[in-house]
């Protein structure tokens, strides 16, 4: 099958390739976003009612989880999601070095102990310092792998070492709903997994959502309950300290719609990225996001790793193509968590200094994919 078959056609060639454009997105289903939200307002429940509950459902699904509870962002869902699961001021809590801010602040936000150490050739979580993290910790531990950019988690790893050291595992699957590594998908790890619909994921939200899932019948109703001021309802006594974290009805619709489009702009994103791959392999330079056997990439993010990254930044910005870095600061550079424990950062460091990230999402055309193929291969000297 010809790639470009996945492909919106264009005739144009020199606008500006923005790197997200949600209004294509919008008006490609702009009836159907129109008539979720209107049946929302209609039924006068703006805040959770039938619209959530439909959500969760599809969130349960895709990530083979009993539950989900829908929440206002990805970084509140990670934040409830580790609340649920009892972690706070005693507790010690191991993140990777790089990855977005979101994922240390809600480990403080709980008041535990974040302890930051290097990732792989992948950006993930670098298991042999994973398991010399815990054998030094003291203490109530929980680690908070990240799927980054889309790559799937290696869970039997992860689950064996952390099983090992008696510690905790609450997945930030922000980025990697659609993602498989084996026979565990993106927010199917561990004791809890928070997801985000920001309006940069593979299911974007007009606004900002997300989920915490879970298979824990207690964590489960810890959250529900954190997610709305601790009551179980307005006449109910509060029993736990929460918040105001319920879903506005109009985004959980919207989402709704997006849900039964994700696979069809999956089968776009894929093959995008596989076009990216086969066009800018081998170039002096120049590395691609690795690949392994058994993995399927919901490519969230196209992240190559350029030797003269800033000059290759500045390369697209003249060809009118607007790139991004993810992300330039590793959290163990960030003034926030100075005082924290740090275990290496230096392939971190490293990728921040290297990486850019292409323009990739579904309504991406193929002039416009070919633009930014030749402007990336012209740099390299292709």
Not at 45 to 53: I, L, R, S, T
Not at 242 to 253: E, K, P, T
Not at 317 to 342: K, M, N, S, W
Request: charged share 25%; proline share 5%; glycine share 8%.
């Amino acid at each position: 099958m010809d790639w470009t078959n996945c492909l919106h056609p264009s005739d144009s060639t020199t606008d500006p390739i923005r790197f997200l454009a949600l209004e294509r997105d919008f008006a490609e289903l702009a009836e159907q976003y129109r008539h979720a939200h209107e049946a929302a307002m209609r039924s006068g429940q703006v805040v959770g009612g039938a619209p959530v509950a439909v959500l969760e459902r599809l969130v349960t699904g895709a990530t083979a989880r009993r539950h989900a509870i829908a929440t206002t962002s990805g970084t509140e869902a990670l934040r409830l999601a580790l609340v649920a699961c009892a972690i706070g001021p005693d507790w010690n809590v191991i993140i990777p070095a790089l990855t977005y801010i979101a994922t240390a602040g809600s480990v403080l936000a709980t008041g535990a102990r974040p302890i930051v150490v290097d990732v792989d050739e992948h950006a993930h979580l670098d298991a042999d310092m994973l398991g010399d993290a815990l054998a030094a910790t003291r203490g109530p531990t929980a680690v908070v792998p990240v799927g980054l950019f889309g790559d799937g988690l290696d869970d039997e790893r992860l689950r064996s070492i952390c099983d090992a050291h008696g510690a905790l595992v609450v997945e930030d699957a922000a980025q990697s709903l659609g993602s498989r590594h084996r026979n565990c998908v993106g927010g199917g790890l561990g004791h809890a997994s928070s997801l985000s619909f920001a309006p940069t994921k593979t299911v974007p939200c007009f606004g900002n959502a997300g989920a915490v899932v879970t298979d824990d019948d207690d964590v489960a109703a810890r959250a529900r309950l954190i997610r709305s001021h601790g009551k179980a309802g307005n006449r109910s006594k509060t029993t736990l300290l929460g918040v105001n974290g319920a879903l506005a009805s109009s985004h959980a619709a919207q989402l709704c719609v997006s849900f039964h489009h994700r696979e069809e702009r999956a089968r776009r994103r894929d093959a995008i990225a596989a076009h990216y791959l086969s066009r800018l392999e081998g170039l002096d330079g120049l590395r691609l996001p690795p690949m392994r056997s058994r993995t399927i990439h919901n490519w969230h993010k196209f992240v190559i790793r350029s030797d003269r990254r800033d000059a290759l930044l500045e390369h697209m910005r003249v060809h009118g193509i607007e790139t991004q870095v993810h992300y330039p600061i590793p959290l163990c550079d960030e003034p926030i968590l100075a005082g924290c424990e740090f275990r290496s950062c230096d392939r971190a460091r490293a990728w921040s200094r290297h990486a850019c990230t292409l323009p990739l999402h579904p309504f991406l055309t193929q002039p416009e994919v070919e633009r930014i193929v030749r402007a990336v291969r012209e740099f390299h000297g292709a």
